[in-house]
């Protein structure tokens, strides 16, 4: 018998989101993210409390979700393990010449497919605050394997 907890068996797509608030942009992790509605196309995604992320979606109404490939697992030390309070993340993302720009915000040149989303409302989770979207553009960009939760433990990047 497992001994993970039910939420720590399910092998989840690893996102990140692009935010803008102004001239300030930023980029972070996110698992919790998932379609909710198929017509119209929506998603429901979560983002964690005091964060740059945060503060961007709250003064924002749209933001682009990406679908992570596997290949970029070396990202989440920049993406989600330091804070975009601290740090510009997208800086030091084009120090390592992983960005393009698509819509107006900044995504990552490896990912998988890219979703500009609409927030339609927000709600508190928990340590997390959940935005409703509509997907109001996407493009697939690159073919490959998702970046998953089991592709974060292999690497070390998370215990759970």
């Known amino acids: 018998m497992t001994r993970k907890k039910p939420?720590?068996?399910?092998n989840l797509p690893v996102y990140s989101i692009s935010s803008s608030n102004g001239d300030t942009h930023n980029m972070n992790i996110i698992t919790y993210a998932s379609?909710?509605?198929m017509h119209p196309k929506r998603y429901i995604c979560g983002v964690?409390?005091?964060t740059q992320t945060l503060y961007n979606l709250e003064h924002s109404d749209s933001f682009v979700?990406?679908?992570l490939s596997a290949r970029q697992h070396r990202l989440v030390q920049i993406l989600g393990k330091q804070s975009g309070k601290q740090i510009d993340k997208i800086r030091q993302l084009e120090k390592r010449k992983a960005t393009m720009?698509?819509?107006d915000f900044y995504i990552l040149q490896h990912s998988l497919a890219v979703m500009q989303l609409t927030i339609i409302s927000s709600f508190e989770a928990g340590d997390h605050t959940a935005f409703l979207c509509?997907?109001?553009a996407y493009k697939n960009v690159n073919e490959g394997l998702?970046?998953?939760l089991n592709?974060?433990?292999k690497h070390g990047l998370i215990r759970i």
Do not use: E
Request: net charge negative.
């Open 7 to 10: 939420w720590n068996r399910i």
């Open 35 to 37: 379609q909710i509605s």
């Open 48 to 50: 964690y409390h005091d």
């Open 65 to 67: 979700l990406q679908l």
């Open 101 to 103: 720009m698509w819509n």
């Open 134 to 136: 509509d997907v109001t």
């Open 146 to 148: 998702p970046l998953t």
């Open 151 to 153: 592709d974060l433990r």
